[in-house]
């Protein structure tokens, strides 16, 4: 099994930062093994979306349009963590994050059903 668990959401003004993390643990985690790591987001009465993608193997990144130039996905390998990075907040962005993993490393990254693992969100407020 592969566990992530997120922290660094909160309550941000709008132009604000957050940076997000997802620390992968498990006893079948294997970096070697992964293929994507996503984030994905989901409003109040909205379905989840897809916000970034990282592959593990060479930081090939994605990102959707509506974050694009304002949010960084990374990932540190040493501590098995992903980062999402968010800059230039918007209210828009108010939603729960979560994190997303899969051995799956071809080109649907965006899919939710691509991903076997998912953390348990953090909020993200984004005020007016």
């Known amino acids: 099994q592969v566990q992530l668990v997120e922290s660094g959401g909160g309550l941000v003004q709008a132009g604000g930062s957050l940076r997000l993390s997802c620390a992968a643990s498990?006893?079948?985690?294997?970096?070697?093994?992964?293929?994507?790591m996503g984030w994905f987001r989901q409003a109040p009465g909205k379905e989840r979306e897809f916000v970034a993608a990282?592959?593990?193997?060479?930081?090939?990144?994605y990102y959707a349009d509506s974050v694009k130039g304002r949010f960084t996905i990374s990932r540190d390998n040493a501590k098995n963590t992903m980062y999402l990075q968010m800059n230039t907040l918007k209210p828009e962005d108010t939603a729960v994050y979560y994190c997303?993993?899969?051995?799956?490393?071809?080109?649907?990254?965006?899919?939710?059903?691509?991903?076997?693992?998912w953390g348990q969100g953090t909020q993200v407020t984004v005020s007016s």
């Open positions: 997303a993993a899969t051995q799956y490393s071809g080109q649907y990254y965006a899919l939710l059903t691509m991903y076997d693992y």
């Open positions: 498990g006893r079948t985690f294997s970096s070697s093994r992964m293929g994507w």
């Open positions: 990282i592959r593990w193997s060479n930081s090939r990144l």
